[in-house]
């Protein structure tokens, strides 16, 4: 009984003196192409990073998958939807994350956050981070970069393949089977490319407007993207920013207030530019590449915290 009191005393007094923790939302990582929730050298060393500058934090960095290499593979192979609804699964039913979070994509994690967050409005998702996100997609085959695996060159390949040689019918098939195949934009085929993307065009509201999707995405405390300076693994890099290429070419970037994405508001982003929940913010350097001091400074201590 003593000690109950006691307990119950030290708790109080925790709470009167203790560090004012009630604003500091739990985080959830979501790793890119390539990669997985636990690498030491990568997601790893960024969840070790958050919880060092926000002491007492709770960071979820998700795995797809029942193993370390089953979520790199699913990463490059695992139907979109599924691995939404497994990150969703994953989400709702962690006690800590009930009452909300911030989210960290970094390359397709950044594009299927938002397309989480377009989906299920619960939890909430207070700010979103999109770390080299390609939210239009991507046109071109990626560098393998730091992850010169050879199932990238495999990827590389067969996206190859499928997106220059092959007919519409193999286009929408190998989708099924090929992450990367769902999020390619072709800027000289617009028309084919909406039609036949189960889930890039879903997700951006391009061939029916979901108003789910709207409402949710704008529930959104900050949308922050950000573009790597010197990106030459996503193609073309402003895809990061939202922007897409001018109708009918591939050469010239417009941007996002340009796009009939935005100007027709399918996807209800000039709402939010108006309300100032988009935030544009660009580093030096290629692809997921920047130092720990920019992350801190720009990242953690601004939305984090
Ligand atoms: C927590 O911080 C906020 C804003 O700084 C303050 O208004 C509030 O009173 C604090 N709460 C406690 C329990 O210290
Ligand atoms: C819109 O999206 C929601 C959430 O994913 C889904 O449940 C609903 O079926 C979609 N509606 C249409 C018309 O596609
Ligand atoms: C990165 O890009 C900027 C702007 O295009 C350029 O000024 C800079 O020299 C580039 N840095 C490197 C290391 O290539």
Not at 270 to 278: A, C, G, I, R, T
């Amino acid at each position: 009984m003593k000690i109950i009191t006691f307990l119950c005393v030290l708790s109080l007094i925790g709470f009167v003196f203790g560090e004012n923790k009630t604003d500091i939302k739990p985080v959830v990582i979501w790793h890119g192409m390539g990669d997985s929730c636990c690498f030491p050298f990568s997601m790893g060393r960024i969840k070790k990073l958050i919880e060092r500058e926000v002491p007492g934090i709770y960071v979820l960095s998700l795995q797809i998958g029942d193993s370390i290499p089953s979520d790199v593979e699913n990463g490059y192979f695992m139907l979109v939807k599924k691995q939404l609804e497994i990150a969703h699964d994953l989400i709702v039913n962690d006690p800590k994350l009930k009452n909300g979070f911030n989210s960290l994509g970094f390359s397709q994690g950044g594009l299927f956050l938002r397309a989480l967050a377009q989906k299920y409005s619960s939890p909430a998702m207070y700010n979103l981070i999109s770390m080299g996100g390609p939210q239009q997609g991507v046109y071109g085959i990626p560098n393998c970069g730091s992850v010169a695996h050879e199932t990238c060159n495999y990827i590389r390949k067969l996206l190859n393949y499928a997106a220059y040689k092959s007919s519409f019918i193999f286009r929408r098939w190998v989708q099924n089977y090929l992450v990367q195949a769902t999020y390619w934009h072709d800027p000289l085929n617009e028309k084919e490319y909406r039609k036949g993307s189960i889930f890039l065009a879903d997700i951006n509201n391009e061939n029916v407007v979901n108003q789910t999707y709207i409402n949710n995405l704008q529930k959104l405390n900050k949308f922050v993207m950000v573009r790597f300076e010197n990106d030459t693994t996503v193609q073309p890099r402003d895809t990061e920013w939202f922007y897409w290429y001018k109708p009918g070419q591939a050469v010239e970037v417009q941007k996002l207030q340009d796009t009939y994405l935005y100007e027709e508001d399918r996807l209800g982003l000039k709402y939010m530019d108006e309300q100032k929940k988009l935030v544009f913010l660009e580093t030096p350097g290629d692809h997921l590449q920047f130092t720990d001091d920019w992350f801190v400074e720009n990242i953690i201590n601004k939305y984090f915290k």
